[in-house]
């Protein structure tokens, strides 16, 4: 069975930090990209981060570069995403996923979503 289980989130303040995790199952990791979407009430889910099973390589959306970690820890075979530097605007349910190799790192490229978790950053 695949899954993809997520943990973490909260609330936190604007200046704030926060991990969460995601823990894939049921499929190669290698063969994949893993990483977080986001959506907040009333917009569409937007692609935050994800780290390939291939080379580790790394992508961010812009708004969140230099604040966001996304990170892999193959003997546990868990993802993280650090958060650091937390601004309201980051205030959304985060959804883990999988995208098979190679293909693009969108919403309607997904082949897993693991169930959100709320981040919720006060100002």
């Known amino acids: 069975e695949v899954q993809l289980q997520a943990s973490g989130g909260g609330l936190v303040q604007a200046g704030g930090s926060l991990r969460i995790s995601c823990a894939p199952s049921?499929?190669?990791?290698?063969?994949?990209?893993i990483g977080w979407f986001r959506q907040a009430p009333g917009k569409e889910r937007e692609a935050v981060s994800c780290i390939s099973g291939i080379d580790g390589s790394t992508w961010y959306t812009d708004s969140v570069k230099g604040r966001f970690t996304i990170s892999s820890d193959n003997a546990k075979n868990t993802v993280y995403l650090q958060m650091n530097s937390l601004k309201p605007e980051d205030t959304a349910v985060y959804y883990c996923?999988?995208?098979?190799?190679?293909?693009?790192?969108?919403?309607?490229?997904?082949?897993?979503w693991g169930k959100g978790t709320q981040v919720t950053v006060s100002s």
């Open positions: 049921g499929f190669t990791f290698h063969d994949y990209a």
């Open positions: 996923a999988a995208v098979r190799i190679p293909n693009y790192w969108s919403a309607g490229a997904v082949d897993y």
